[in-house]
């Protein structure tokens, strides 16, 4: 069956630093990939997606690249704000019998420090 | 633009008392989901809807009811609440079209259940 698994966390940084919040999955036919970022008290929104093998998606700084050969899904950031402080969820959608679905990893906490 | 409105968001039951969330979209979006999050742990899906009138078995289903009368709104009913249905509550939608669509899932605020 389709599933994710992406690293524990929580990762702490300093301002400015880089990210990379590694992400893999096993999925059957050719899914999309998606990252969600949940801030505090708030529920989950789309950062970024990609729907095809060697698709880029980026937004905000945030970057993530679909490989096919690797089953990865990556997300990565130049340079880390105390603003991004935030669960990230990496997700995969794809069609099942009656509709499509979206399965979760467990999420990485991100703390950003000043 | 509302999105997706959950109702309430707190909630403190006792056990064996029952419940309804309440959940609504303006997308006119076809896809309707209930997921719940345990600390730590990702969203498990409970309950989806793939338009009115239809609904289908997520991945932890038990002790939980939906309906889907119209396209709008998505109630997820609680029966006989247990302390292990002490989770945050999240209902998203999406548009999905034959092959075209990607699944993307837009959520609402949450909201937070505790059984004592």
């Known amino acids: 069956g389709n599933s994710v698994t992406q690293m524990e966390g929580p990762v702490t940084l300093s301002e400015e630093a880089f990210l990379t919040i590694n992400c893999t999955y096993t999925?059957?036919?050719?899914?999309?990939l998606f990252w969600y970022v949940q801030y505090p008290g708030e529920g989950l929104q789309l950062l970024l997606k990609a729907t095809k093998a060697d698709d880029k998606g980026s937004n905000k700084g945030f970057e993530a690249t679909y490989r096919k050969e690797t089953t990865s899904f990556h997300l990565e950031k130049g340079s880390v704000q105390v603003s991004d402080s935030a669960v990230y969820f990496c997700a995969l959608s794809g069609r099942n019998t009656g509709g499509f679905k979206t399965i979760f990893g467990a999420g990485t906490r991100l703390f950003v420090k000043a | 633009n509302a999105g997706v409105t959950q109702t309430p968001k707190f909630r403190i039951l006792k056990i064996g008392q029952s419940m309804t969330l309440q959940c609504a979209q303006d997308?006119?979006?076809?896809?309707m989901y209930w997921y719940r999050q345990d600390p730590g742990m990702g969203l498990k899906l409970i309950y989806y809807?793939?338009?009115?009138?239809?609904?289908d078995k997520g991945e932890v289903p038990n002790g939980y009811n939906v309906s889907r009368s119209t396209t709008e709104y998505f109630p997820l009913r609680l029966e006989l609440a247990a302390p292990s249905q002490t989770s945050v509550y999240f209902c998203?939608?999406?548009?999905?079209?034959?092959?075209?669509?990607?699944?993307?899932?837009?959520f609402g605020e949450g909201s937070r259940l505790t059984v004592l």
């Open positions: 998203a939608s999406s548009w999905t079209s034959g092959g075209a669509g990607t699944g993307e899932l837009f």
């Open positions: 809807s793939v338009g009115a009138g239809i609904t």
């Open positions: 999925a059957t036919g050719y899914p999309s």
């Open positions: 997308m006119n979006h076809n896809y």
